[in-house]
Every structure is written in C-alpha cells, then in structure tokens.
C-alpha cells in the first residue's frame, strides 16, 4: 500500500496501536513507507470500555509529525448553529481538551432547557378485600417512583416537540418527526420513555438492542403460550383478552372478575354454556379452545403460525397500533415467530421448555437476548438512540434525556490495567473488587483511571450536543438530595444558565433564522464567564 488512511482515530486503543505500528516498521526502509493520514477528535473519544483513549491520539500524532507529517487542525464545524457553538465555547472551559471553535452553519439555533420532572407516585388505592377485587388486571408490579419521573420526562419532551413542530420557521419545511433525536445514556429505561412518548402521541422508532421480549406484541404472545400450559393462569387469561388478539374491554374483565367459577376459562366455558357471551368473546373462547387442543401436539413455531393466522394478528395490530409504529409492531411479531423456528430449530417437546428457554435469553441481557426487527428507517418518527450508537449521525433537533446524573459511577469489579501509548505491552495488570480492596499501592493507577473516567464523562456530552444542527433540547429527572434538583457536575448544570421552559411559556412565533429569536447566546464579553439571558429564556446576539 503507498496509502493509508485511518479514521476515528480517537477510538483505537493501545493494542490497535501497537498492531498499525508493527505493520509500518515491517516495511523496513523508510523509502518503502507508506504515507499515513489519521483523521480523529480526541474529544469525541467515548469507548473508554474498550481501552480508548485519546493518548494513543496524541501518540500518533507525535510519531507522525517527527517523521515529517503535516499535523492540520480545524476548530470550525459546518453541522452545529451558532447558538449551540457558543454553549459549547461557554460550558466546556474547563475540559482540557476542548479549545473554542466557530461554526460555518447560517442557522443561528436555539438552546432549550426544560424543568425536571417531579412526578410522584399516586398512593394505591385502597380496595375491598375480596377475592375478586379487580384493581389493574394487567399491571404486574406497581410503578416506582423513579419510573414513575422518566415517563414524566418523557411527557414533558414530548409536549415540548409538539410546541416546537407548531412554532417551526415558515420558510422552511415542516419539522418531520424524522428529524428528531432523543438521545440516552443507556437503554435502561427505554420502556419508560417510550410510555410517556405514547401517552401525548409522539411517533417514535426505538433502537432497543435485545429488547424483542419487552416489546408489548410479542409479551401479548407470550402470556397465550403461558395460559395455554396453564388455563387456571387468570392473570395470563386477562392479558390475552385485554390484547388487540381478542379486543375484550374494560367492562368484559370486569364481568368475568365477578363470576362465581373459580378460574376466569370456567367462567367463560359456562358463560358460553348459556349463551351469554357478547361477539368479542364468544370468538376468544372459540379460539382458545382451537389452539388448546393444537398446542397438544404441534411445534411451537407451527403453533404460533396458526394463531398468526386464525386471529389474523397482522390485521388486528395493524388497526390498533399508530402508524408511525405499525411497522416495528408487525416486524416484532414475524420476528418472534422467526425466534420459535431459530431456537434449537423448533424441535422443543413443550410450550413450557420454550418458554424456559426466552426467559433465559431475556435474563442474560443485551448480549445475547434477541432484537427488535430492523424496520424502514424513512419511516416520519422520532428516533431513540443511545449517544454511542448516534455517534457520526445527525438532525435537525437532538433532546438529551436523563441528563441531570453525576458521571458515571466507579466501577466495583473489574480488571486495572496500565498499557502506556509507546510501551509494546502493558505495565501493571491486576484484577479488583471494591474500593477497601484496592490497596494502596495501586493509588496512583485508580486516580488516572478516574480521571479518564470523567474526561469521558465530558466527552459523551459533547458528542450528545454536537449531533444537532438547530436545536438541543436538555431534560431530566428531579434529584430530591440536593435543594433545587440538580445533581452537582451533572450535564443538566452546565444548562442551568439558561432559565428553564415549558411548551406552554414558549413563544408561539419564534422565528428560527431571526437575531430577535429567543434561545440563542453567546458570552457576554470576550473573556466573561457570564450570559445575558434576554426574555427570561436563552441568550441573544
């Protein structure tokens, strides 16, 4: 080769070095090297779990340069509006690596900060002690507090895309839902983002890695294979009914919670007995009757396929899902039936094996849980992505969620290992447990790991901001040890120069590419560390 070039040269680690390296020194004369162009922004470097760091970067560098490279540096993006470039320039003083950039964007952009959420649990209410007491026949566990907050947050970014959408420059195309990204830590908590997404109707396509046996189709399919192992299942029963399979309502589960038989399948054989059953489920019992007799002696796959059919379930879910999510709703549930044919090749001698094996996969977490399916991504909804697997994407709006966290937290288990740029094999390798067992001798190593460690903490959020074209929109949860709710060193402080919004104190005209639009700041003089905050929202050029 005479040339190579390596890009995102701020995610190899030191073993990658060593490897490039030992491929250029075996071209022996320097007359036969190749030239090498490496293209990397330390601070954007994110996979610290992979041994990244930006050393190896500056290492590179260093060899290069005194081999006679060129070293060529640009602090100027043509991606981010100024506003969003001026925040960057104001909140990232203190990162060592940052230096102040400009921007060749004509957008002048806009910052929003929305309030943190403070949503509490509502108290359970209280119920008769009876039998049949029917409170949520479908909740299984109650929702936590914190849970509780996330949907709130997600409800509060969800208002506010509303109120963006409504008030978007009239000289540019409507804003598509397609244009917004909502950006998370983790998926952690994706269920609950996606709740309080759907309660105020916002469309939105979710990356959940493993997270085909969370989906709400394929646990509609999972709780027919439980009942139909064990029909005394009420619990089971109630969500198959409740499901868009069957279409039962409120007042069906109600009536059957209050039949004398002791399992809700006898009180509906009986109801049927005496021809008391309305349309709706007089089809779910004539159904369930078909498939109990099938699940005898067919394959789980082929059973699954038959109920594909006989419920006509693409149709059915088809009619009840947004249209925005119809086509992940209906690839989740081909891909669930995939799953029964791909699992030991469907030769599972019972439900109950099958359904063994899914709560396996579902327990060994992202690794080896099976996906969602891969859907039209020209679909118009909004897109929930982790920072790291939006790395080199972009849009028009970028919301950080969760941002009012500390970094993030010590790791209690693992392996130290000290691997300098240059060095062709590590220095110091040792494994540890938690903190009192670190020893004092390895003090030194823990304090550069740490630092490390919060370096990327800051270049996580500079990646998350650096997404947007116009607009950044920061939330978060309300952090009850601290007195105003926000968690010290945590991204959401960084914003917190910027009086908090709501969709309903925005104003109804904003003008995107207006020097009178609110949201947009820069420093208040060269050198200041202060921002005028104009119309109580944002800082103005």
């Given at each position: ?14 073993l ?11 071209y ?19 996979y ?14 260093e ?8 070293n ?5 993006t ?5 506003a ?8 990232m ?7 102040a ?23 359970e ?21 914190d ?7 997600a409800?509060l ?19 598509e ?6 950006l ?6 994706l269920?609950?983002?996606e709740?309080g ?9 979710s ?35 409740k499901?868009p399979m ?5 007042d069906?589960?109600?009536?059957l ?19 008391s ?5 007089e089809?779910?019992?004539n ?15 082929d059973?699954l ?9 693409p149709?059915?879910y088809?009619?009840?899902t ?7 709703v209906?690839?989740?549930l081909?891909?669930?039936?995939a799953l029964?044919l791909?699992l030991?090749?469907?030769?599972y001698?019972s ?5 063994d ?9 992202e690794?080896?849980?099976p ?7 020209a ?8 920072i ?27 392996v130290?290992?000290?691997?300098p ?9 040792s494994?540890?447990?938690k ?24 270049n ?15 939330s ?7 007195e105003e ?18 969709p309903?104190?925005?104003?109804a005209?904003?003008?995107?590419d207006?020097?009178k639009?609110?949201g ?22």
């Open positions: 080769y005479r040339h190579i070039l390596i890009d995102e040269f701020q995610d190899t680690n030191p990658q070095w060593q490897i490039v390296r030992a491929w250029l020194q075996a022996g004369d320097e007359d036969d090297h190749p030239t090498v162009f490496i293209v990397g922004d330390p601070k954007q470097s994110i610290r779990f992979r041994r990244a760091e930006p050393r190896v970067f500056e290492s590179a560098r060899m290069l340069v005194a081999k006679g490279a060129a060529l540096a640009t602090r100027q043509h991606r981010n509006a100024q969003i470039v001026d925040f960057l320039n104001h909140s003083q203190s990162n060592p690596l940052y230096e950039q400009s921007t060749a964007s004509r957008h002048l952009g806009q910052v929003w900060r929305l309030p943190l959420a403070t949503s509490q649990v509502d108290p209410p209280e119920v008769e002690n009876s039998e049949f007491s029917l409170r949520d026949p479908l909740q299984i566990a109650p929702m936590s507090k849970d509780s907050r996330r949907v709130e947050e409800r970014v969800g208002l506010a895309l509303h109120q963006l959408r409504t008030q978007w420059d009239d000289k540019t195309p409507q804003l839902w397609s244009q917004i990204i909502l998370v830590r983790s998926r952690t908590h269920m609950d983002y709740r997404l759907r309660e105020v109707g916002v469309p939105f396509i990356s959940r890695r493993g997270g085909l046996l969370d989906a709400l189709e394929v646990a509609d399919l999972m709780a027919l294979l439980r009942w139909l192992t064990v029909s005394a299942d009420n619990h089971a029963l109630a969500h198959v009914l499901s069957m279409g039962a309502s409120d069906d589960l109600i009536g919670a209050s039949a004398e038989q002791a399992t809700w399948w006898q009180r509906l054989l009986s109801a049927q007995a005496e021809a059953l309305n349309s709706v489920l089809r779910a019992v159904l369930l009757l078909g498939w109990q007799q099938a699940a005898t002696y067919l394959p789980v796959h059973l396929d038959r109920i594909m059919h006989e419920a006509d379930l149709s059915r088809a009619i009840t947004p249209a925005a999510n119809r086509a992940q209906l690839g989740n081909n891909e669930f039936l029964a791909d030991d090749a469907g030769r001698p439900i109950a094996r099958f359904l094996r899914l709560a396996k996969l579902k327990r060994s977490g690794q080896d849980a996906d969602e399916a891969n859907i039209d991504a679909l118009d909804a909004v897109r929930i992505m982790t790291h697997g939006a790395k080199g994407l972009e849009a028009e709006v970028v919301v950080m969620m969760d941002a009012n966290h500390s970094d993030s937290q010590r790791d209690d288990l693992g130290l290992c000290e691997w740029q240059d060095s062709e094999s590590p220095t110091h390798l494994v540890f447990g903190t009192k067992e670190r020893g004092y001798a390895r003090r030194d190593l823990f304090a550069t790991e740490e630092n490390f460690r919060l370096q990327e903490h800051w996580l959020l500079y990646v998350a901001i650096t997404r947007a074209k116009k607009i950044v929109i920061v978060g949860i309300h952090n009850d040890k601290t709710g926000v968690t010290e060193e945590s991204w959401y402080q960084k914003f917190c120069t910027i009086e908090a919004i709501t309903e104190t925005i104003d005209q904003v003008e995107m207006a020097k639009a609110a947009y700041f820069t420093a208040k003089a060269p050198g200041s560390d202060e921002l005028t905050t104009p119309k109580g929202r944002g800082l103005t050029d």
